[in-house]
């Protein structure tokens, strides 16, 4: 039966040898708790790294290893010191992980770490092409595994993988000074489905592939030669029963069973009955604001003096990647800021914060968040942030308030909260002050929509998603109504070329013979190029036209020596057997000294756009503007033009990165009928590129064979993907 193979560097369990015995302790962060729920059903095989170095696991025990970690479903990668060192406390914890937060200051760019990152990728992606058979679905989490998808795509090119991130994607102004941006990217590349948490992440990852890669976007589609890559977001919701029906079971708790941790609380709680909790749970990571929230507590508390020795703040920070020299600064500095402030403002009866250092048991993360009259999470940048999910779940009563820093992901769905700028010290005072008087009425309308909403979208609900997504993009085909020429089908297709008696061919030369280039001048034919289209021209029975949009004059200068017969300028000049153009079509040209002037203003405001001027239309080229930009300059022109034009018969044709303008009754497939017209053809066979070769598919009979170059929507019947492959199936034409 086909499974999901789960993949990331954190399992659902961290292994620790204790004098010879095996511990399994539950993982914390995100990921692995978000996806233990998924994981639990028992379809999937999880592989990742047990937590333990080659060398700390001794031979004897490596088989009991492997038994704990299958109870778990999980298999394990292994991993040595140094591995660990370069690929995990190195290129992803201190180059990935402050990039991708923003924390341009902390990234070191090592070669050497790098290189070890892609030496325990490529362990991975072993690890998953041992397992994987047909069918299955691989899917890959997080920053620690990029080039994982490239590596397994590259051995097993039929196989389905997703890609999710739990980070945050930067703009592209961060993720470009990446040394190694280009094969990160690349490295994603190699699946079907990537998902981030929000749409903004999203938004920044296709920008960087545009500018980047040069990659053609097309909505969240990336054409990456033969393959379509589908970019979506898919919040990631926490396991909703697993934290309310915890919280149910821990209010039904008699006394004596309760923990020593509530009892501590509830002896608060007698003591002050108008006493409040603030409760903040992260691990401790720089990007999750901690120290800021430190002082931002200070600060509320001297704002607010009436609210000394009356409420708490506990703190409960798991401990992580302690040997990043930058987490363990962050240790100093908070163990520091909580002495400094405790013993600035505690009184005999009071201390401000409660602070724990430690990993927690569920019960006890239950107890906390039952407790705690305010959740306040401050992080400066998270992708997600699932603490403050889990707190709202255990509101039974539905009592409680949120304070959510605006930087995490899960803000987008939480606009019940309290939202704060974790830099902005008066406003969280104020929001703080304004959460311990809010009335329990709103706060419980607060907690009824967001319950809901986390209920609905809870992490099975994701999970589905984004399988449902992967499965329709490898299912996906048949949404292009052109069917891919395969090699049956071009068999049956030379077959029936053979047996023609009068043969019809046009052929459009940029993006389907020849590649584009920044400069169109340079887009010349080469040797091989001339070489096809003789053999193609000395065919009996067979015309063979060029059908383009060029100029005459290049063409002319490129082919007329050749006696290819040409169609140019989308219709206007036909040339045969080399003799000189003549006009196919009667158009007007004084429409163009009014709108020269609103191209070149385009090209004054579009660095890197220029005008093309024809004899019979005007083209503005924006293939070297930056993407983004030439795009929005371009839907801009469009609306322009269209109210310039709307009473003259002109037309705006939207190319490859190429709008032209031009006299309405020219187009290359009115021109392509004339010439059908005068035979009488039993073979027709045209193909193209782009919007304006559409009109070709379009109007030539049904019979004709129409091939579009690429998988955008189109009206041809087949599409290839390359131009190498055009002039493969060219090729096999000219062949007996
Ligand atoms: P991140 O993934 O950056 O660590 P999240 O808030 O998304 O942040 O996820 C943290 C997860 O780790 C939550 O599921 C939370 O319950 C768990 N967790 C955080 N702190 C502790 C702790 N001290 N003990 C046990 N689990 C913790
Ligand atoms: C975040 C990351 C996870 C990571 C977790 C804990 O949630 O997105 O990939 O597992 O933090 O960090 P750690 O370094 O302990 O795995």
């Not at 163990?335 to 019960?363: C, H, K, M, Q």
């Not at 998270?382 to 949120?402: F, P, Q, S, W």
């Not at 782009?690 to 009206?715: I, N, S, Y």
């Amino acid at each position: 039966m086909a499974k999901t193979i789960i993949i990331s560097n954190r399992l659902p369990v961290q292994l620790q040898i204790d004098n010879g015995t095996i511990n399994a302790i539950p993982s914390v962060g995100g990921l692995a708790t978000g996806m233990k729920s998924v994981h639990s059903d028992g379809q999937s095989l999880w592989i990742g790294w047990s937590g333990l170095t080659e060398e700390e696991i001794p031979e004897e025990l490596e088989g009991e290893i492997d038994k704990a970690l299958a109870e778990h479903g999980s298999s394990k990668v292994k991993l040595t010191a140094a591995e660990v060192d370069g690929f995990y406390y190195g290129f992803s914890n201190r180059t990935i992980w402050p990039l991708f937060h923003y924390f341009l200051e902390y990234s070191e760019f090592e070669l050497s770490s790098w290189n070890t990152y892609r030496e325990v990728n490529q362990k991975f992606a072993d690890a998953i092409l041992k397992e994987a058979s047909e069918d299955d679905i691989i899917w890959v989490h997080d920053y620690q595994l990029m080039l994982v998808p490239q590596m397994v795509r590259e051995k097993r090119p039929d196989i389905s993988i997703g890609f999710f991130l739990h980070i945050p994607f930067p703009s592209y102004e961060i993720f470009r000074t990446l040394p190694w941006r280009e094969e990160v990217l690349l490295g994603l590349l190699g699946s079907d489905l990537i998902g981030f948490h929000t749409y903004d992440y999203e938004r920044h990852f296709l920008s960087s592939i545009r500018r980047i890669l040069g990659l053609e976007v097309s909505f969240n589609d990336i054409y990456l030669e033969s393959r379509i890559i589908k970019v979506d977001s898919f919040p990631m919701g926490i396991d909703y029963a697993k934290f309310h029906n915890a919280a149910k079971d821990h209010e039904a708790l008699p006394k004596n069973k309760q923990s020593d941790l509530q009892r501590r609380l509830n002896t608060h709680k007698e003591s002050t009955p108008d006493a409040k909790f603030l409760l903040s749970i992260d691990r401790l990571d720089y990007s999750k604001g901690i120290a800021k929230r430190l002082n931002a507590y200070e600060y509320f508390l001297n704002k607010y003096p009436q609210y000394k020795e009356k409420v708490r703040l506990i703190i409960l920070a798991v401990p992580s990647r302690s040997n990043v020299p930058q987490y363990q600064l962050l240790k100093r500095e908070i163990d520091e800021l909580v002495g400094r402030i405790n013993g600035e403002l505690a009184t005999v009866s009071w201390t401000p914060i409660w602070y724990f250092y430690r990993s927690l048991p569920f019960d006890n993360l239950i107890d906390l968040y039952t407790s705690c009259d305010i959740a306040w999470l401050t992080p400066i940048r998270d992708g997600m942030n699932l603490v403050a999910k889990e707190y709202i779940a255990t509101r039974t009563d539905k009592t409680g308030v949120l304070i959510l820093s605006e930087m995490a992901g899960s803000a987008n769905e939480m606009n019940e909260s309290l939202l704060i700028n974790p830099n902005n010290f008066e406003q969280i005072a104020d929001t703080i002050h304004r959460a311990i008087q809010m009335p329990e009425k709103e706060q419980k309308e607060r907690n009824s929509v967001l319950q809901k909403r986390l209920e609905r979208y809870n992490v099975e609900k994701w999970a589905n998603d984004f399988m449902r997504s992967l499965t329709e993009q490898r299912d996906k085909d048949p949404t292009y109504v052109a069917q891919r020429l395969s090699v049956d089908l071009t068999n049956t297709l030379i077959s029936e070329y053979r047996e023609a008696e009068h043969r019809l061919l046009f052929l459009d030369y940029d993006g389907t013979l020849a590649g584009f280039h920044n400069d169109p001048q340079k887009a010349s034919p080469d040797a091989e190029l001339y070489k096809l289209l003789d053999d193609m021209n000395a065919l009996p029975n067979t015309d063979v036209f060029l059908i383009s949009g060029r100029d005459k004059e290049t063409f002319g200068k490129w082919f007329l020596k050749k006696k290819y017969n040409m169609i140019v300028e989308h219709g206007v000049w036909l040339s045969e057997g080399g003799n000189d153009f003549t006009m196919l079509e009667n158009v007007k040209k004084d429409w163009m000294e009014k709108i020269l002037p609103v191209l070149e203003s385009f090209v004054d405001r579009t660095p890197g756009s220029f005008v093309e001027e024809k004899n019979y239309s005007l083209a503005w080229h924006y293939r070297n503007t930056d993407p983004d930009f030439g795009q929005k300059r371009a839907s801009e022109l469009n609306t322009v033009l269209r109210s310039l034009i709307a009473n003259d018969d002109l037309s705006v044709l939207n190319g490859n990165k190429v709008m032209e303008i031009k006299s309405s009754n020219v187009n290359k497939g009115r021109a392509a009928m004339r010439i059908f017209t005068r035979h009488d053809y039993d073979f027709v066979f045209a193909i193209g590129d782009d919007w304006t070769d559409e009109f070709m598919f379009q109007e030539l009979p049904e019979t004709a064979v129409t091939v579009k170059v690429g998988r955008q929507k189109t009206q041809a019947k087949f599409y290839l993907d390359s131009i190498k492959n055009v002039r493969d199936l060219l090729s096999r034409f000219t062949k007996k």
